[in-house]
């Protein structure tokens, strides 16, 4: 494992909820991203996120680390669940709040 292969796992295991997207959740830097961060604020999850624009290594690292080819990836407690276009089915479908219940995952009320 590459020192960036190491760093994403350490940090996708030390965090409940961990998205990795492309600029900040307050400036995101593609359509993807802020649709990910909108629906995530929208449940009442709290996440960490990792911009992928700051750190080339990262930005292609967590690609081969999920073998998964676009950014946002959204992991919970370890576990990758996709990106964006899977969030939103998810969220349209009514299955990410029971799936982030499921796996521990404390959601805020608004």
């Known amino acids: 494992m590459t020192d960036v292969q190491t760093r994403i796992a350490d940090d ?3 965090n409940d909820v961990l998205l990795y997207m492309k600029g900040t959740p307050a400036f995101p830097q593609c359509g993807f991203s802020a ?9 009442g999850v709290k996440f960490k996120a990792v911009n992928v624009l700051e750190d080339a290594d ?3 690292g967590i690609k081969a680390f999920s073998n998964w080819p676009t950014i ?11 990106g964006a276009d899977i969030i939103r089915e998810m969220f349209e479908q009514e ?5 982030l219940e499921q796996h521990g995952v404390t959601l805020e009320t608004a």
């Open 35 to 43: 649709v990910t961060v909108q629906i995530l604020g929208h449940v």
């Open 95 to 99: 299955e990410l709040v029971p799936f």
């Open 12 to 14: 996708v295991k030390a």
């Open 72 to 82: 946002p990836q959204l992991y919970v407690k370890g576990e990758f669940v996709g």
């Open 58 to 60: 990262v930005r292609e």
